[in-house]
């Protein structure tokens, strides 16, 4: 199934945190697409939102 991602708030940079989540939403999103498995689908649904919520966290 997916991989796990795990981000070092202390020294990541909000670009970065950026980048890695698009990049594992896009790997996520792919394999779903190409296996049409239910739970693909489920795993790159919570990279999504793993990724919008970036936006929703206060600005540090």
């Not at 980048?19 to 779903?32: D, P």
């Amino acid at each position: 199934m997916g991989e796990i991602i795990v981000l070092d708030d202390t020294r990541t940079s909000r670009a970065e945190k950026l980048q890695i989540l698009w990049r594992a939403y896009l790997n996520a999103k792919e394999r779903a697409e190409q296996t049409h498995d239910i739970h693909d689908g489920i795993a790159a649904g919570k990279a999504w939102a793993r990724w919008l919520s970036l936006f929703t966290e206060p600005a540090a």
